[in-house]
Every structure is written in C-alpha cells, then in structure tokens.
T-cell receptor
Framework: GAVVSQHPSWVICKSGTSVKIECRSL??????MFWYRQFPKQSLMLMAT?????????EQGVEKDKFLINHASLTLSTLTVTSAHPEDSSFYIC??????????????FGPGTRLLVL | LAKTTQPISMDSYEGQEVNITCSHN???????ITWYQQFPSQGPRFIIQ???TKVTNEVASLFIPADRKSSTLSLPRVSLSDTAVYYC????????????FGSGTRLQVQP
C-alpha cells in the first residue's frame, strides 16, 4: 500500500511554545490530506481537511488559529500547534488519499506523532 | 451522514476465525466500506475495502450483503498479534472524502 510518513514521531515541548508536525506522502501525490487527533483509549477525531493550494477546512470546535495547517505541495502537509498547552497533549495522525486502479480512493494513515506539552 | 455501529469488544483464542460485523444503514449508493486495524500508539493500517458481495486478500475477507447495510470482516486463524482495534468506515458524507471513526472493535486474542 501507499506510504505516509510523519515527523517527528514524538515531541515534548514547554507550554506556550509552538510545534510543527509534518505529514508526507512518500510514493504518491495527495491533493487532500486529513489531520486527526486521538486521546488515550478513544477513537480518532477528525480535526481538519488539508487542501493543496488552498485553505484548510476545519471541523466544528477546532480552532483554526491554534492549529495552523499548510499544504504547500502535493506531498507535504504541516500542522502547527501554536501556543501549546498541556490539554493539547495527544496523538496526532495524518492521512492521505492514494488513487487506486479501482473505483474508490483508499485513505492511508501516517504512524502518528505523540505530543506532550509540559 | 453515514454512521457505523460495531461491537465494542470481542475475545478470541489463537487459531480461531473471528468475524466482526458492522452496520451502516445509511451508506450511500457509491460508497465503499473500508476496514482498518490500529495498534496502540500507531496510525490505522488499511486491511480491506469492498463495495458488494465478497472481497478477499492475504489478510482478511470482507462480506457485504446485497442491501449493503452491513459488512463482516473475517480474520482467519487469528494470532496474538491480531490483538488490536478494528474500525469499519464509510465516507463521512456523500461526495466528501473524510472518514468518521466510530468506537471500533477491540479484539483481544488469547493463547
């Protein structure tokens, strides 16, 4: 299957600082990527849809000024957590659609980034 | 808005076949059903995708009845390493590509 990578895999930062997480599609181009957040023992929650060359679409309740998304190329989307606070500590996962020869695109997920805000 | 319902948890033993059924009563005509596996602290891993009848790959089989209101993921001869959370997904909205994750099914395989 298609490969999606994330960097870093984990990060610890101080409260008030900003953290950038990268999501890359390694062997395919992705015009759309998605960012999810997952708290312990819970399911993934969609945060936003990242569109190459245009503004991201945020889900209800997700602050766009706090979670900055940039999709500058067909293989890279970044999520920046600005002025991070301990409640932002979570597991952040990105995904991208890989075109298939079948009838519907398949979404592939990155390995996730563990963020701990002290 | 498509929504899926799965059992919260299931237990099995090594070597057994496990069937996890998911209901998706409001699935749209053109939507496919996709199943993912997730281990702790990892991103979901694609298992299988189907539209109707039966799909089989080297990992699992997916059975979809004619009305497509449900689907069953079948894992043959599970091992301890199959202990994970399994998610059944359909597109969030018709025409949108985002996926809405339900609670998933936590499968525990015992020796």
């Amino acid at each position: 299957g298609a490969v999606v990578s994330q960097h870093p895999s984990w990060v610890i930062c101080k409260s008030g600082t900003s953290v950038k997480i990268e999501c890359r599609s390694l062997d395919f181009q992705a015009t759309t990527m998605f960012w999810y957040r997952q708290f312990p023992k819970q399911s993934l929650m969609l945060m936003a849809t990242s569109n190459e060359g245009s503004k991201a679409t945020y889900e209800q309740g997700v602050e766009k000024d706090k979670f900055l998304i940039n999709h500058a190329s067909l293989t890279l989307s970044t999520l920046t957590v600005t002025s991070a606070h301990p409640e932002d500590s979570s597991f952040y996962i990105c995904s991208a659609h890989s075109p298939t020869s079948g009838k519907q695109e398949t979404q592939y997920f990155g390995p996730g980034t563990r963020l701990l805000v002290l | 808005l498509a929504k899926t319902t799965q059992p919260i948890s299931m237990d099995s033993y090594e070597g057994q076949e496990v069937n996890i059924t998911c209901s998706h009563n409001n699935i749209a005509t053109n939507d496919y059903i996709t199943w993912y596996q997730q281990f702790p602290s990892q991103g979901p891993r694609f298992i299988i995708q189907g539209y109707k009848t039966k799909v089989t790959n080297e990992v699992a089989s997916l059975f979809i009845p004619a009305d497509r209101k449900s689907s069953t993921l079948s894992l043959p001869r599970v091992s301890l390493s199959d202990t994970a959370v399994y998610y059944c997904l359909v597109p969030r909205d018709t025409g949108r590509r985002a996926l809405t994750f339900g609670s998933g099914t936590r499968l525990q395989v015992q020796p």
